[in-house]
C-alpha cells in the first residue's frame, strides 16, 4: 500500500508541470486597417510538448502569411524554457474578428479579438514611390497642454538594410513623448506588398495658436534581392535613399472661457478616480495604522500633469503622506498617465469619522465638454482599543477625564501610605548603623538617559530616538503628553517624529528639531540628576 501511495505521488509530482503549463496566446495589436498584417505570438513552457500549433481554425477569416519558432531558455532561479510561435496573419474580412482557441498537443489557447477597420488601402501620393513616408495627425485641432496623436507610417515595397533611422522630433512650443517602440508589419497597397515601419508621438502643446511640425527625414540603404544573401561584413554599394515626410500644421485652442478659474487645467479622453485600502477599515482600532491609496488615471495626459488630490485634515485623524508614484503606459489611443497616493490614517479617537469626498474637475476633449469625477466620502467607525496604553501620543485627549483622576487620585494614595511605611522602617533600621552611606541610584541617571536622547537625535534615528525618548519621559514629574501640550515646539517635533515612524520617509528625519525642543523646556518640567549635588553629607545620625 505505501509503495503505491509513493508510486501515485510521483506521477503526479511528474505531470504537475505539464498541467499547470499552458499555451498563451497574445498579439500584438488590437485593431488593424484592412490589408495590414498582425502578429499572433503562442508562448508555452511545456518541454514536454513538441511539434507546432495547429492553424487551420485559422484559415477562414485569416491568410496565415509566415510562422517562425524562438526558443528561450532562462537561467535566473530555476531553469525556465519556454517555446514561442510568432504567426503573421492577414485578415480576409473587415470588422470585429474572433481568433478561435488553438490547439498544442493537451493545451489550448485562449480566444481574441481583433478589430480590422475598413480604411482606405491606397496610403500613398497618386505616385507612388518604392519608400514614401504618411504623417498624420489623430486631430486637426486640440486644446492647449492637451494631446494630439501624430502617427508616421514608413512604407517601402523593396527590402532595406537594417541601418534605416528617423531624425528626431523636437518642436520649441510643444512637449512630445515617444509612444512606445516602432512597430513593424506589412500592408497590401493595389495589390502590392509593402513593409511598414509605423512609430506614434504624443505632442503637448504649450501655447495657443498654429503649431507647424517639421518635416522628418528618414534614411536607409537599399537592398536588392542578390544583396539579402551577401554576407553581412560584405562592403555594400552606394544606395543610400532618404526621404521626408510633409509638414503639419495643428491648430492649438486655448483653454475654454467657462473652465473654473479655481481649478487645474485638465483636458483628457476620459478620467476616473478610485481608492484601495490596506487593511479595509472594516472596524478600526485608536491607534490602528490604515493605508488609503487613491488611484487617479488619465487618458490623454502625462502623469507629470494630474494634480494631487486634495485632502483637508480631520479631527481625530492623524495623516501622514508618503511620496506619490508618478508611472505612464502607451495604450492605442496615447498615453495613459497614472498617479497614486498613499497615505498613512491613524485614528486617534473613537467614534465616527467622516472623511470627505472627492472631486475632480476636467475637460472631456472627446465630448468637449466640462465634466466632474467624484469619490463619495467615507465613514470609519472607530472603536476602542483595549490594549492602548495610557501613554497617548502628543495632542490626543484622554478618553475618560473623570475616571483617569479618580484612579490617579486612588493610586497616589496607595503609594504616599506605602511610602510612610517604608520610611518609618528604613529611620528604625537607621538607628542601629554606624552610618548612612550614601545612596545609589538603581538604572540609569537622568543625566544618562538625556545623553542616550541627545545621541540618538544627532544619528537621526526615529526608532531609536522613540525609546529614548519615552525612557527619559518616565522620569519626569510630567507625562510626554502634558509636556506637549503646555510647550508648542515639543509638539510640533513630536508630530515630525511620528510621521517618520508611520510613514516611508523616516530615512530623511532629522533629529535636530526635537532635541532643541528638549533643551528649551523651561527647568521646572525637568528632572535634575540627584547625584549631581555633591555639596553636602548625610547626617551620620539621624535625629
Not at 495613459?336 to 472623511?355: C, K, M, Q, S, Y
Request: hydrophobic residues 40%.
Amino acid at each position: 500500500m505505501t509503495r503505491c501511495t509513493a508510486l501515485l505521488l510521483a506521477l503526479a509530482l511528474w505531470t504537475s508541470p505539464s498541467q499547470a503549463a499552458g499555451l498563451l496566446a497574445s498579439l500584438d495589436r488590437s485593431q488593424v486597417n484592412a490589408g495590414e498584417t498582425v502578429e499572433l505570438t503562442l508562448e508555452s513552457t511545456d518541454v514536454t510538448q513538441f511539434g507546432k500549433p495547429d492553424l487551420r481554425a485559422l484559415q477562414a477569416q485569416f491568410e496565415v502569411r509566415g510562422t517562425r519558432q524562438v526558443n528561450q531558455l532562462n537561467n535566473l532561479g530555476d531553469n525556465h524554457a519556454s517555446t514561442r510561435w510568432i504567426i503573421t496573419l492577414l485578415p480576409r474580412h473587415t470588422g470585429t474578428l474572433q481568433i478561435a482557441p488553438l490547439q498544442l498537443g493537451n493545451l489550448r489557447s485562449q480566444a481574441l479579438t481583433l478589430h480590422v477597420n475598413a480604411g482606405p488601402t491606397q496610403a500613398s501620393p497618386a505616385r507612388q514611390e518604392p519608400v514614401f513616408i504618411d504623417a498624420q495627425l489623430d486631430h486637426p485641432k486640440v486644446y492647449v497642454q492637451a494631446q494630439a496623436l501624430l502617427t508616421l507610417h514608413i512604407y517601402h515595397s523593396v527590402p532595406l538594410f537594417d541601418d534605416s533611422s528617423l531624425s528626431p522630433l523636437q518642436l520649441s512650443d510643444a512637449r512630445v513623448e515617444q509612444l512606445g517602440e516602432p512597430r513593424t508589419y506589412e500592408k497590401l497597397i493595389n495589390g502590392v506588398r509593402h513593409g511598414v515601419i509605423e512609430m506614434r508621438y504624443a505632442l503637448y502643446p504649450q501655447r495657443s495658436g498654429p503649431l507647424s511640425i517639421p518635416a522628418l527625414t528618414f534614411s536607409a540603404t537599399l537592398a536588392r534581392p542578390d544583396d539579402q544573401d551577401a554576407s553581412p561584413q560584405a562592403p555594400k554599394s552606394d544606395r543610400l535613399i532618404r526621404i521626408n515626410s510633409t509638414e503639419l500644421t495643428l491648430d492649438v485652442q486655448a483653454k475654454p472661457a467657462d473652465y473654473p478659474a479655481d481649478s487645474p487645467w485638465l483636458p483628457a479622453r476620459s478620467l476616473s478616480l478610485s481608492e484601495s485600502w490596506n487593511p479595509e477599515p472594516e472596524h478600526p482600532q485608536v491607534g490602528d495604522s490604515l493605508t488609503r491609496n487613491l488611484t487617479l488615471r488619465a487618458e490623454g495626459l502625462s502623469s507629470a500633469q494630474l494634480p494631487a488630490l486634495p485632502q483637508a485634515d480631520i479631527s481625530g485623524l492623524r495623516r501622514y503622506p508618503d511620496q506619490p508614484q508618478l508611472s505612464n503606459q502607451s495604450i492605442e489611443t496615447g498615453l495613459l498617465g497614472i498617479r497614486e497616493d498613499r497615505t498613512a490614517l491613524v485614528p486617534t479617537r473613537a467614534g465616527n469619522l467622516e472623511l470627505p469626498a472627492l472631486q475632480v474637475t476636467w475637460w472631456n476633449t472627446q465630448a468637449d465638454r466640462l465634466e466632474h469625477t467624484r469619490l463619495p466620502a467615507r465613514t470609519l467607525q472607530v472603536v476602542d482599543n483595549p490594549s492602548l496604553v495610557v501613554d497617548s501620543p502628543a495632542g490626543t485627549p484622554p478618553i475618560s477625564a473623570g475616571s483617569q483622576g479618580l484612579w490617579l487620585w486612588q493610586l497616589s494614595t496607595l503609594l504616599l501610605a506605602c511610602t510612610s511605611v517604608l520610611g518609618f522602617g528604613l529611620w528604625w533600621r537607621a538607628r542601629s548603623q554606624p552610618a548612612v552611606l550614601r545612596a545609589t541610584q538603581a538604572g540609569p541617571s537622568p543625566r544618562s538617559l538625556l545623553d542616550d536622547l541627545k545621541r540618538a537625535c544627532q544619528a537621526n534615528d526615529p526608532q531609536t530616538t522613540r525609546q529614548a525618548l519615552d525612557a527619559w519621559a518616565r522620569q519626569q514629574p510630567q507625562t510626554l503628553a502634558e509636556m506637549a501640550a503646555r510647550f508648542v515646539p515639543l509638539s510640533d517635533a513630536l508630530d515630525g517624529l511620528n510621521g517618520a515612524l508611520y510613514s516611508e520617509t523616516g530615512q530623511y528625519w532629522q533629529g535636530e528639531e526635537l532635541w532643541r525642543a528638549i533643551r528649551t523646556i523651561p527647568i521646572a518640567e525637568r528632572v535634575q540628576d540627584p547625584l549631581a549635588d555633591t555639596t553636602g553629607l548625610p547626617p551620620l545620625y539621624p535625629k
